[in-house]
């Protein structure tokens, strides 16, 4: 039984380093939108149902799916993802928010070591927790700041002009705000797809073809 102990662990280890010594070079804007979408919408619902396991869980298999992070880099950039929205959850105001922003550099700081598309670590980091605050304290920002934060993230990943992501960052808001006053999740999984989609399109095509409609960001 040592023997075997033992040997389970050397196979673990080998695991474990070929993961994190491996190089992975993909292209952000190669993903499938509507799987991105579905486990998005997954996770949004472990989230508010407070089931942390759950959450991870899809987290990690996100990862792998959208950036092709191997399995136990996929862990420890969700643990990261984890960490910084329990400490912005317990926070009060900005200070204390900035308090999750380590976690999210070295969180896109995972996803930018695996990607062929360069862009800046703490300066999208930085964008991540700017929504998040502008969504929790969103009573005290002018209507439409919400979908600029989401489009000013996008643009920053991809190298894009903001304008060029008022689409897919209008239809997320939504989602999230559907969310906040108890909207139904059928419905917010569809924003969320159309969402993934819209952005999908804008990044490997130009245009966000399978919506019409161009909302004005404020």
């Keep these: 039984m040592r023997r075997v102990a033992a040997a389970a662990a050397a196979m673990l280890a080998v695991w474990v380093i070929h993961d994190f010594a491996r190089s992975v070079d993909h292209d952000l804007r ?62 009060r105001d900005r200070g204390e928010y900035l308090r999750a922003l380590p976690d999210l550099v070295d969180y896109y700081g995972q996803i930018h070591r695996a990607s062929a598309t360069p862009f800046d670590v703490q300066r999208v980091a930085q964008l991540e927790l700017e929504w998040w605050i502008v969504h929790r304290q969103r009573d005290r920002y002018a209507p439409g700041a919400l979908q600029l934060a989401l489009a000013e993230l996008d643009a920053a990943i991809y190298g894009r002009p903001v304008l060029d992501f008022a689409v897919p960052a209008r239809l997320r808001a939504q989602a999230m705000l559907l969310r906040d006053t108890g909207g139904d999740w059928d419905r917010i999984a569809d924003l969320l797809d159309r969402s993934w989609a819209a952005l999908y399109d804008i990044v490997n095509s130009g245009e966000a073809r399978a919506i019409a409609a161009e909302p004005r960001i404020r």
Excluded at 69 to 76: A, G, V
């Design 30 to 91: 190669e993903f499938d939108a509507h799987e991105v979408a579905r486990l998005e919408t997954a996770m949004w619902r472990s989230y508010y149902d407070g089931d942390r396991f759950q959450l991870f869980a899809e987290m990690s298999t996100l990862l792998r799916r959208q950036f092709q992070l191997p399995f136990w880099r996929s862990c420890l950039t969700a643990y990261h993802a984890a960490r910084s929205a329990v400490i912005f959850q317990r926070g």
